[in-house]
């Protein structure tokens, strides 16, 4: 998740009786951040969150090692949306050397075997046999990903409009704290109630 660091252009104007709280739309940039995590299912808790500018595949690959590590011999799901670096060959290598699967049988990324393109890696990826498997929600559905319903909590209660962050490094610092509080008091497990029956409109 991709964060800019906005500062109002003027401070707030507070609620007076008979007048809202007014906010300047006038901004100043101080540039991005990010966060890379994960969201334990059964217990609401984000897992080992990145912030950080950079999101790169050895960003998200570092990740998934670090959320691995906690238990490194359990099963482990993790549910991506599609994004390009969520089927990377370095993710591939991992899983491998995790299920020791010999690398020669990979082939050559570009050209041959599991690493030729990513459905061919996707395919790998989600094979439920290996330990680190990997399911990739369909276009249009991040809100079957846990993790971007909680992107969702954390936009409402610290990256709303009314948000101001002077710099980078003001932006990172509010939240990690929010992330430490939430693990703290906020986190629980979603229930679910969508029973599968056809929305309308």
Known sequence: MGIQAKEHANPKQTMEPGRPERLDPEYIRHGTSGIIASRNVVTGEIVKPMVQPTRTEDDFLAHIELVVSLNP????????????????????????????????LLGIKGKS??????????????????RIEFMYTPKHCSWLNQIE???SIITRNLLNKRATFKSVFDLEEKIKSFIEYYNQYMKKPFQWNYKGKLLRA
């Open 113 to 130: 075997g599991i690493l030729k393109n990513m459905q061919s890696r996707a395919e790998f990826l989600t094979d439920s046999s290996h």
């Open 149 to 151: 319903c909680w992107f």
């Open 73 to 104: 011999f359990d099963k482990h799901i993790f549910i991506l949306d599609n994004l390009n670096t969520h089927m990377s060959e370095s993710l591939v290598r991992m899983v491998a050397r995790i299920d020791h699967i010999d690398e020669t």
